[in-house]
């Protein structure tokens, strides 16, 4: 069993910085891809990133590239989304994800545990 806990979400303006942080605890030792979705009211979820355990790959959504980076610190069992250039079509709220396996997965169906989520709003 794995809880992530997802904090550093609020309010900014158009063109500001946010530093998300999803910390784990449980069996992490099992979760081999830990992602970020975000789900924007009424629409669908969408995925954001994803960082592999060991080896440190990245995959982004083309909508952060350039502008998005997530990182993953082991020894704290915590992972990053590091936001810049922020823009108003950011807004959501965004959830830390977790798998056992190494392949990166888009797809939420594909991850096993859940945050609750936190709050991103970017105002114009």
């Known amino acids: 069993q794995v809880q992530l806990v997802e904090s550093g979400g609020g309010l900014v303006q158009a063109g500001g910085s946010l530093r998300l942080s999803c910390a784990a605890s449980?069996?992490?030792?099992?979760?081999?891809?830990m992602a970020w979705f975000r789900q924007a009211p009424g629409k669908e979820r969408e995925f954001v990133a994803a960082?592999?355990?060991?080896?440190?790959?990245?995959y982004y959504a083309d909508s952060v590239k350039g502008r998005f980076t997530i990182s993953r610190d082991n020894a704290k069992n915590t992972v990053y989304l590091q936001m810049n250039s922020l823009k108003p079509e950011d807004t959501a709220v965004y959830s830390c994800?977790?798998?056992?396996?190494?392949?990166?997965?888009?797809?939420?169906?594909?991850?096993?545990?859940w945050g609750q989520g936190t709050q991103v709003t970017v105002s114009s």
């Open positions: 994800a977790a798998r056992s396996g190494f392949i990166v997965k888009v797809e939420g169906a594909s991850y096993d545990y």
């Open positions: 449980g069996r992490t030792v099992s979760s081999s891809t």
């Open positions: 960082i592999t355990r060991n080896e440190g790959y990245a």
